[in-house]
């Protein structure tokens, strides 16, 4: 379901490896952004006295590199400018991988410090388009948002999941909450978006999914428009989340597929 479950050990480099040597390369923005991370909940990765290089990957010291993860259900999205997008993990990051944007001739031109098994919905509107995608914060266990982007990859919006009760449904249609879930963990920094595929409308309406068992309607500007209750999400999996021609909103939930709309 996530990436992000590791022990700070795990994420940590070796103390024996010596500071390569920093080059010119595209992606060496990538990468000082993830080693030098003070505006993020993790704040910078953990390296030694002697591993200090900037613009390479901190856990080898090599050119930075990403990888397809055969647990991620990622995939290409074609941009309207002839680009594509493509959400890949790294070995570093604390496991929230990078989301890539390459242009019509296949040119590294950014990345947005988030990618792990996401596949980004695409917003077209007023001569542009914006680019919708879950931003999860897996080793400190939240905030958990979705983020919306400017074509560079700029944040124009974010919606922060503030729940903090687990529900489920009784027989009757009720709901009953908890501080904790069914295995007695507490959240108090809100639940993961459990999507891998968010949808938007020709409004900008933006529809996930999350661990709560709740589906979202996210208007423009991050703004909360409806959340409805689906059931309790057993083992968060990451589900898409789509529209159909006529409007309706198809989610799954529990091993069940339910359609909200007319």
Request: hydrophobic share 35%.
């Amino acid at each position: 379901r996530r990436a992000g479950s590791r022990s700070r050990n795990e994420l940590r480099p070796p103390d024996d490896v010596a500071p390569g040597r920093v080059g010119a390369m595209h992606a060496a923005a990538v990468v000082d952004q993830a080693a030098q991370r003070t505006d993020s909940p993790e704040g910078d990765v953990f390296c030694s006295a002697t591993f200090s290089a900037v613009g390479v990957d901190p856990t080898t010291n090599m050119p930075p590199a990403l990888y397809v993860d055969d647990t991620s259900s990622s995939s290409p999205v074609a941009l309207p400018d002839g680009g594509v997008i493509y959400g890949a993990l790294d070995n570093y990051n604390f496991a929230r991988g990078h989301l890539v944007k390459l242009d019509k001739d296949g040119h590294f031109t950014g990345a947005f410090t988030f990618g792990w098994d996401t596949t980004p919905a695409i917003y077209e509107h007023d001569g542009t388009y914006s680019i919708i995608v879950k931003d999860n914060h897996y080793f400190t266990e939240g905030p958990f948002f979705v983020t919306q982007l400017s074509k560079n990859l700029e944040v124009e919006w974010q919606f922060k999941n503030t729940s903090t009760q687990a529900c489920t449904r009784q027989p009757d249609g009720t709901l009953t909450c908890s501080d904790t879930t069914g295995d007695g963990e507490e959240h108090p920094d809100g639940f993961e978006w459990c999507v891998n595929a968010p949808a938007v409308d020709a409004r900008g309406n933006v529809f996930v999914n999350a661990e709560d068992g709740f589906v979202y309607q996210i208007g423009q500007g991050g703004v909360l428009k409806t959340q409805t209750f689906l059931n309790q999400a057993l083992g968060a999996a990451y589900t898409p989340i789509s529209l159909d021609p006529a409007g309706r909103v198809m989610a799954l939930n529990n091993g069940e597929l339910t359609v909200l709309g007319h």
